[in-house]
């Protein structure tokens, strides 16, 4: 799934999601992948496959099992289009043992990206808005 953030959009959209409560927030405006899409979850010990569940220029959900903690630095390797791919640090900012409902994410976790270059955030918005595209037609 997809946010519609836009490119350089803020983190709550600039709709003043921040003064929602953090379910409201998950709950958001979202489109469908049309594809399921892997990447690799980097720890300073570890490597983990993990599937991209939602993405937007801020953030993303990961199917994973990978034993992760709120708080920790990681990266994420995004293999893009084209035989490309982008390197994102993030930090964890919520993990999810289990699917919680029928409509809900599987197990994994929500990470925010944190002092993603200028270049690299382009590359990702270009990305994040062709996938929107897609899932529109």
Do not use: W
Request: glycine share 12%; net charge positive; charged share 30%.
């Amino acid at each position: 799934m997809l946010h519609d953030e836009g490119p350089g959009s803020r983190a709550d959209g600039g709709t003043g999601e921040a003064a929602r409560s953090p379910e409201d927030r998950r709950r958001g405006r979202r489109r469908r992948l049309p594809f399921g899409r892997g990447a690799i979850l980097e720890s300073a010990v570890s490597n983990h496959v993990v599937a991209v569940v939602d993405l937007s220029v801020g953030g993303a959900y990961l199917a994973t099992r990978a034993v992760v903690f709120p708080g920790q630095s990681l990266s994420l390797k995004l293999l893009l289009g084209g035989g490309g791919e982008i390197k994102l640090p993030c930090e964890v900012v919520r993990v999810c043992p289990r699917r919680e409902g029928p409509d809900s994410y599987p197990p994994g976790v929500a990470v925010r990206f944190v002092e993603v270059e200028a270049t690299v955030r382009e590359r990702l918005a270009v990305f994040v808005e062709e996938k929107r595209r897609q899932a529109r037609s």
